[in-house]
Nanobody
């Protein structure tokens, strides 16, 4: 059984919105509470890059290319974090991976495809 389960990827037109979610289904709540988590993406032929991160205390950080369009958030009770994406552009196309780091353990989701057509 996977540590992280992602969902929400889809094919959309430019300007539309999507929300990705990632659930840490095997993580106990106290570990999740202490975790830093994020979203990364990898476009064909490119290296994986950070999109957004959120610390255990709720501080967020975004790649310049998504500032003002994407929002990362988390729900501790559900052990889930989200990436709300608005104003999607073709350059946002790629496989999106969620990541969580807690107490020296680093976990990745299986990836979910986001395709934005112009």
């Amino acid at each position: 059984q996977r540590q992280l389960v992602e969902s929400g990827g889809n094919s959309v037109q430019a300007g539309e919105s999507l929300t990705l979610s990632c659930k840490a289904q095997r993580m106990i709540t106290s570990t999740f509470t202490a975790a830093d988590m994020g979203w990364y993406r990898q476009a064909p032929g490119n290296q994986r890059e950070v999109v957004a991160t959120i610390t255990s205390s709720g501080n967020t950080n975004y790649a310049d290319s998504v500032k003002g369009r994407f929002t990362i958030s988390k729900n501790v009770g559900r052990k889930t974090w989200y990436l709300q994406m608005t104003g999607l552009k073709p350059d946002d196309t790629g496989v999106y991976y969620c990541n969580v780091f807690s107490f020296g353990n680093d976990y990745w989701g299986q990836g979910t495809q986001v395709t934005v057509s112009s």
